[in-house]
Nanobody, 118 residues
Framework: QVQLVESGGGLVQPGGSLRLSCTASGIIFSIYHMGWYRQAPGKQRDLVAGITSDGGTKYADSVKGRFTISRDNAENTVYLQMNSLKPEDTAVYYC????????????WGQGTQVTVSS
């Protein structure tokens, strides 16, 4: 059974930084493409960053140049470094993955809350 555990969220002022982590268990992590998603209150859950099994990355336009996704296959962990945070980045952040593309094939974890506010 796949388990996803997100952490690293918190309250940060505009312009600040956070680093999120997502550790996956129950899978051969290195062969999966992984993504970070976020869901703000009253909105749908959207993909913000993805990383392929061989390290290729892609970002939503809203976070390009501010967020960096990375992975450590030895630790079964995907990271999201978030810089220059804005109030509109406030959301619950989740990770998920897929075998042939960045997707969300597993049950969602509990997510980690990111709040950007002064």
């Amino acid at each position: 059974q796949v388990q996803l555990v997100e952490s690293g969220g918190g309250l940060v002022q505009p312009g600040g930084s956070l680093r999120l982590s997502c550790t996956a268990s129950g899978i051969i992590f290195s062969i999966y493409h992984m993504g970070w998603y976020r869901q703000a209150p009253g909105k749908q859950r959207d993909l913000v960053a993805g990383i392929t099994s061989d390290g290729g990355t892609k970002y939503a336009d809203s976070v390009k140049g501010r967020f960096t996704i990375s992975r450590d296959n030895a630790e079964n962990t995907v990271y999201l470094q978030m810089n220059s945070l804005k109030p509109e980045d406030t959301a619950v952040y989740y990770c998920n993955g897929g075998r042939t593309r960045v997707a969300n094939i597993w049950a969602w974890g509990q997510g980690t809350q990111v709040t950007v506010s002064s």
